[in-house]
């Protein structure tokens, strides 16, 4: 038998866009004894979780919580405010987005897709994966449907597989100018706890979001954050659903409980990750990936080679897309790099396979865990053949440097 239990010597360097890295803190508060969901102690926890989890999402309105991975959550969202076959406008943004509309078929809904048209002439990757929402087609779109047959628009805040974030708020002001009542549903699975996110202000209906991206924790929980519209639409759907249902499982959480036995030890890690968000403060949150996204962007610029998001003010804060040169199969590329260094990077997904990986620098993640992120990618492109035009490690240091100031710390009081 072969030993599975060896593994290399040190950390494993886990820079996917999700799951990231899961800090000590919330492993152990993993390991606490599970309780009595339906006990007095359970009932302060699923308090604290409820408030602490709408601070995230700086909403004032109730957020449901799933113990459910982020697709769950996707189902969800539209579960509760549709009725069978309407009408959903999903806008392509990438890999996810895609997968999302896919699901809308599947559960009986008739999703048109709208995107940019168009492939760009230097990858011919489509224009619509490497820019952010174009708000002007969804609202031309929007003053078509004067039937208003469409019930939802559905965009993805953060396309994890592409590394761009798109302006929510701007989709917002379409549907209104457009004067459509159809909700916004939103998929910040990746976003929210790592890019700015304003579920209140922006005027989303349905947030969806997961744990094991920007909040740290392993998979397993997921999240729809919703509106006052969202709750009234859900009250008239004819959607059949049980386990989604919001109605069920807010009267529940009225009284800190759950219709169904909710998954105790993640919801103590959540604690500690709200309180680590809350603590750090989200615009320090925030503030931090930019600035390592920045320093992983000049990287691959000074290695030569090209960001897959084309919109420099859609640039993700959470993740950056590296396209590999033509003739380098980017996962030979991601192959070489975990054989040798230990480091885990994400595939090129759906129509970008093998044409490019994502460096993800969410959440755990500081300026040497990215340093050493980015050189295991460097001398992986270099082992892999990759003519590099100069050292985006060294690139990324002078940014660094130059950005760096004394760090917060915890002092006991
Ligand atoms: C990770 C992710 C998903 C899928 O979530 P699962 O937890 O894998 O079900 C959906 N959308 C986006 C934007 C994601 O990053």
Redesign the pocket.
């Given at each position: 038998m072969k030993n599975l239990n060896f593994h290399p010597a040190g950390r494993h360097f886990l820079h996917i866009?999700?799951p990231s890295p899961v800090p000590d803190r919330l492993l152990r508060a993993l390991s606490y004894p599970t309780i009595d969901h339906r006990g007095p102690e359970f009932a302060l926890l699923a308090r604290q979780v409820l408030s602490g989890i709408a601070q995230v999402f700086q909403t004032q309105h109730p957020v449901v919580i799933y113990p459910?991975?982020?697709?769950?959550?996707?189902e969800a969202a539209l579960v509760n405010v549709t009725n069978p076959g309407d009408e959903v406008l999903m806008y392509e943004t990438g890999h996810?987005?895609s997968?999302?509309s896919q699901l809308a078929a599947r559960i009986g809904l008739k999703p048109e897709i709208v995107a940019l048209p168009g492939n760009c002439s230097q990858t011919g990757f489509p224009n619509s994966w490497r820019r952010g929402v174009q708000a002007d087609l969804i609202e031309r779109r929007l003053r078509e449907d004067s039937q208003h047959k469409i019930r939802a628009v559905c965009v993805?805040?953060?396309?994890?597989?592409t590394g761009v974030t798109s302006d929510i708020a701007s989709v917002r002001r379409a549907i209104d100018a457009a004067g459509h009542p159809a909700l916004l549903l939103v998929?910040?699975?990746?976003?929210l706890g790592s890019a700015d996110y304003r579920h209140d202000e922006w005027g989303v209906d349905v947030s969806?979001s997961?744990?094991?991206?920007g909040l740290m924790l392993p998979?397993g929980i997921?999240f729809n954050a919703l509106s006052e519209r969202a709750i009234e639409r859900s009250k008239l759907s004819t959607m059949p659903r049980s386990f989604w249902a919001w109605d069920e499982i807010l009267q529940a959480n009225q009284a800190g409980s759950w219709p169904y036995t909710p998954n105790t030890n993640m919801l103590y890690a959540l604690v500690a990750a709200i309180d680590m968000l809350i603590n750090e403060g989200l615009d320090s949150v925030f503030a931090r990936h930019q600035r390592l996204a920045t320093a992983c962007r000049q990287a691959v610029h000074a290695w030569g080679l090209e960001v897959q998001c084309a919109e420099p003010s859609a640039y993700s804060p959470v993740l950056t897309g590296v396209v590999t040169p033509p003739d380098v199969d980017a996962d030979g590329v991601r192959k070489i790099i975990y054989e040798h260094f230990n480091l885990s990077l994400g595939t090129g997904l759906g129509k970008l396979k093998g044409r490019m990986f994502r460096i993800g620098h969410l959440g755990e993640c500081n300026d040497l865990s990215l340093l050493a992120a980015l050189t295991g990618c460097e001398m992986g492109l270099r082992l892999a053949g990759v003519s590099l035009s100069g050292s985006g490690v060294s690139a990324a240091m002078t940014y660094l440097a130059s950005t760096s100031s004394v760090q917060a710390r915890y002092h006991a009081p």
């Amino acid at each position: 038998m072969k030993n599975l239990n060896f593994h290399p010597a040190g950390r494993h360097f886990l820079h996917i866009p999700g799951p990231s890295p899961v800090p000590d803190r919330l492993l152990r508060a993993l390991s606490y004894p599970t309780i009595d969901h339906r006990g007095p102690e359970f009932a302060l926890l699923a308090r604290q979780v409820l408030s602490g989890i709408a601070q995230v999402f700086q909403t004032q309105h109730p957020v449901v919580i799933y113990p459910a991975s982020g697709t769950g959550a996707w189902e969800a969202a539209l579960v509760n405010v549709t009725n069978p076959g309407d009408e959903v406008l999903m806008y392509e943004t990438g890999h996810f987005a895609s997968l999302w509309s896919q699901l809308a078929a599947r559960i009986g809904l008739k999703p048109e897709i709208v995107a940019l048209p168009g492939n760009c002439s230097q990858t011919g990757f489509p224009n619509s994966w490497r820019r952010g929402v174009q708000a002007d087609l969804i609202e031309r779109r929007l003053r078509e449907d004067s039937q208003h047959k469409i019930r939802a628009v559905c965009v993805v805040h953060n396309e994890t597989s592409t590394g761009v974030t798109s302006d929510i708020a701007s989709v917002r002001r379409a549907i209104d100018a457009a004067g459509h009542p159809a909700l916004l549903l939103v998929d910040t699975i990746s976003g929210l706890g790592s890019a700015d996110y304003r579920h209140d202000e922006w005027g989303v209906d349905v947030s969806i979001s997961g744990s094991q991206k920007g909040l740290m924790l392993p998979p397993g929980i997921s999240f729809n954050a919703l509106s006052e519209r969202a709750i009234e639409r859900s009250k008239l759907s004819t959607m059949p659903r049980s386990f989604w249902a919001w109605d069920e499982i807010l009267q529940a959480n009225q009284a800190g409980s759950w219709p169904y036995t909710p998954n105790t030890n993640m919801l103590y890690a959540l604690v500690a990750a709200i309180d680590m968000l809350i603590n750090e403060g989200l615009d320090s949150v925030f503030a931090r990936h930019q600035r390592l996204a920045t320093a992983c962007r000049q990287a691959v610029h000074a290695w030569g080679l090209e960001v897959q998001c084309a919109e420099p003010s859609a640039y993700s804060p959470v993740l950056t897309g590296v396209v590999t040169p033509p003739d380098v199969d980017a996962d030979g590329v991601r192959k070489i790099i975990y054989e040798h260094f230990n480091l885990s990077l994400g595939t090129g997904l759906g129509k970008l396979k093998g044409r490019m990986f994502r460096i993800g620098h969410l959440g755990e993640c500081n300026d040497l865990s990215l340093l050493a992120a980015l050189t295991g990618c460097e001398m992986g492109l270099r082992l892999a053949g990759v003519s590099l035009s100069g050292s985006g490690v060294s690139a990324a240091m002078t940014y660094l440097a130059s950005t760096s100031s004394v760090q917060a710390r915890y002092h006991a009081p």
